[in-house]
């Protein structure tokens, strides 16, 4: 079933390939972050006058959001919304799996805007207890959550006595940067068996309900096969030339059927192709700058409740790209000046969106601190415009897109017009 939901979903990009040039706006073309120039405004004279003048509706960042407490011992839950928590406050989880272990690294990592690391090998023959606990030490340090491997053979929890397993984990369980348990990579593909997820998740759940265990599993598996095995769910679609963004749609939903909308899903937005590497392409392939933020943001849209992407250090994942880097850095800077907007629950209210190709075009209302927020994803890879009906959200005195400042104005119905580049995310700031 999954494939074939695959496959119309690589239908659907290729029809609108070929759709007629209905969407298309001739007088302004937007594309990833830029900024539109005015259609007819070719007076010089006039520009700077423009430029000069204030401007009444601008961009209004929100506060910013606190970070955790990790001097004492955190306990890690989620809230109805599941919302991740740390210590009772709303944790929006952002890093990399494989991220720095050493003071230098992490200090750099946590700078460039990740709050949240994935690291093994797990414990804890000879010393391996002792540089965990030192490693949770230096990352409080730094600021930084840490997610580890519990132990490093799984097999552990069907061989080694519970008295042991569970005061490896108290040992542990006390310091503040400890986030959690990763457990299993991909077990649907692996074909694990399900006794040793299952033993797996009840020695963690039992002598550890303080930190949630996670494990991740592939899209075209059975999600519901494993989700019963875990605390936190991950998915990880992998992106390739073949695979279109509105991919992560259809996971992220087929994720929330399988948890029933009662655990938490955590992204692991993948940043390259395995094909070259199975042999299926000669050449490698990574989403460009572009491709990326839409990734990330639909995540957030369909109700992801952190990014952990894979990985940090290899040498083909978009940490070696420096081009694509910089812009994810740049949407990872987005992300932690929006958090408090991020956190906010999602508003019930019905926007009547009107574009050519409505499957193409996703979004979710939020509200903080008097205004409403629209972060919407088109995964058209065409220029189009989307029609919005505003009057769910109350009179609107500013309608201006956070990023790029573009100012929107409603019509006598409410509704508002905004051009769309092609992949293009807009995050809409409205003020009454």
């Known amino acids: 079933m999954k494939f074939w939901i695959l496959v119309l979903a690589v239908a659907m990009v290729v029809a609108v390939g070929c759709a007629p040039d209905a969407d298309r706006v001739d007088d302004v073309v937007v594309r990833g972050l830029d900024k539109p120039q005015a259609a007819g405004d070719d007076d010089e004279a006039s520009r700077s006058a423009a430029d000069a003048a204030p401007r009444a509706c601008e961009p209004v960042a929100p506060e910013a959001w606190p970070e955790p407490d990790l001097s004492g011992p955190s306990v890690v839950s989620w809230d109805d919304d599941l919302f991740i928590t740390v210590n009772d406050q709303k944790f929006f989880p952002m890093g990399f799996y494989r991220a720095p272990q050493d003071d230098e690294g992490m200090a750099s990592f946590r700078a460039e805007g990740f709050n949240i690391g994935l690291n093994r090998p797990g414990c804890c023959s000879g010393d391996s207890l002792a540089n965990q606990i030192d490693l949770l030490e230096r990352a409080a340090d730094a600021g930084l959550m840490m997610i580890l491997d519990p132990w490093s053979s799984r097999n552990d929890v069907l061989t080694r006595p519970e008295e042991d397993l569970a005061a490896e984990l108290e040992a542990r369980n006390d310091q503040g940067a400890l986030f959690g348990w990763y457990t299993f990579d991909e077990p649907g593909l692996d074909g694990t068996d399900k006794v040793l997820t299952g033993r797996m998740h009840e020695v963690l759940s039992t002598h550890d309900p303080d930190h949630p265990d996670m494990l991740v599993d592939a899209p075209m598996n059975d999600f519901a096969l494993y989700v019963d095995d875990c605390a936190i769910f991950m998915v990880d679609p992998y992106p390739s030339d073949w695979a279109p963004l509105v991919y992560i749609k259809v996971v992220m939903e087929e994720a929330k059927a399988a948890t029933g909308g009662t655990k938490p899903i955590i992204g692991v937005s993948q940043a390259f192709s395995w094909d070259r590497y199975h042999d299926i392409d000669d050449t490698e392939f990574h989403p460009d700058g572009l491709e990326m933020r839409n990734m990330t943001w639909q995540f957030i849209i369909h109700g992801a409740s952190g990014l952990i992407p894979w990985n940090y250090t290899g040498d083909y994942t978009i940490h070696a790209q420096p081009e694509i880097w910089a812009s994810y850095l740049e949407t990872v800077a987005e992300i932690n000046e929006l958090t408090r907007v991020v956190l906010s629950p999602n508003v019930n209210a019905n926007l009547a969106a009107r574009t050519a190709m409505p499957t193409l075009f996703d979004y979710v209302v939020k509200q903080d ?25 109350g009179e609107p005195a500013c309608v201006v897109d956070y990023t790029t400042g573009e100012v929107f104005t409603t019509d006598g119905d409410g509704r508002v017009t905004i051009p769309y580049g092609p992949l293009q995310v807009r995050i809409i700031q409205i003020t009454g």
């Open 369 to 393: 601190a008097g205004s409403s927020w629209v972060f919407t994803a088109s995964t058209n890879d065409r220029v189009s415009t989307v029609s919005l009906d505003l009057s769910p959200l």
